[in-house]
């Protein structure tokens, strides 16, 4: 079962995950956006894109608490990413503070190609409410 | 676009602005392609106990669209150069129209520097932005 990023600590790392960047994920994810500036870029995939790819491999090895908010992003846009490209998501807990009820959590999510380049850096910061059983 | 090769950008353009209707299945559906399926957003009966009252748009949607603002106003440039740092400052709830809108504040050493915004129909801020991009 997968460990809720509740009971993660600063400086943990969850195992990188293979993604191929498929056309018909790309599609879907164009569709929930309704990105219409992409489409004369090529085959190239939204660049918010990676990070919602970083963002579900994520959740899918540790998903968030309820009543997870976002409370801020950054992100860094590296080079185009073209659809089929085989990439590598990684995540590393920066920082956590818990502060009566709530944690705050730094999360570095990156995004890598097939050759170990980053094509797309971010650090979330997001909060959640503490859960005295956390871990379990 | 406001940048090719033969346009100089200068402090105090403002970006072609961006308007998105924010529905409950647009929070599905980007629910469905991000994987993050946080009751908050696809919950009604358990976003409405929370302290929104009731479901919300994923910030990383809006954020999307903010994105795409910058990619139609720098093409190529904001997919290979762009660095956004956001804070999420209130949320989008379905019903509301977002409206992104930016300026260029700075043009130095080849990087331009733009404040983002993204509010709703009753001009309430839902996120502030710092952009930057080699043009």
């Not at chain 1, 960047?21 to 085959?43: C, H, K, P, S």
């Not at chain 1, 920066?94 to 980053?118: E, I, P, T």
């Not at chain 2, 105090?12 to 961006?18: K, Y």
Request: net charge negative; charged share 20%.
């Amino acid at each position: 079962m997968p460990l809720s990023l509740a009971a993660l600590a600063k400086g943990d790392r969850l195992e990188p995950v293979g993604i191929d960047l498929t056309d018909e994920w790309v599609r879907g994810y164009i569709n929930a956006v309704e990105d219409q500036a992409i489409v004369g870029m090529g085959a190239c995939a939204p660049p918010m894109s990676l990070a919602a790819l970083a963002i579900r491999a994520l959740l899918a090895q540790s998903p968030l608490p309820a009543g997870s908010i976002h409370v801020a992003q950054e992100l860094s846009f590296l080079r185009p990413v073209a659809i089929g490209e085989r990439l590598y998501t990684h995540a590393e807990i920066l920082s956590r503070g818990d502060r009566q009820a709530w944690v705050m959590m730094g999360v570095r999510l990156c995004v890598r190609d097939s050759a170990g380049d980053l094509v797309m850096d971010g650090r979330a910061t997001i909060t959640f409410p503490l859960d005295p059983e956390r871990g379990d | 676009m406001i940048h090719d090769a033969t346009d100089v950008i200068s402090v105090g353009q403002s970006l072609p602005e961006l308007s998105r209707k924010i529905t409950q299945d647009t929070i599905n559906r980007y629910a469905e392609a991000s994987g993050d399926h946080n009751p908050l957003h696809v919950d009604p009966a358990y976003a409405a106990t929370m302290q929104f009252g009731g479901p919300i748009a994923h910030g990383m949607l809006v954020l999307a669209y903010l994105s795409e603002t910058l990619t139609g106003a720098f093409g190529e440039q904001w997919l290979k150069s762009g660095r956004l740092k956001a804070r999420f400052r209130g949320a989008a709830r379905p019903g509301d129209t977002v409206t992104i809108s930016g300026k260029v504040t700075k043009v130095e050493g080849g990087r331009v520097t733009c404040d983002m915004a993204a509010r709703n129909q009753e001009g309430e801020v839902l996120i502030t932005a710092d952009a930057q991009v080699t043009a």
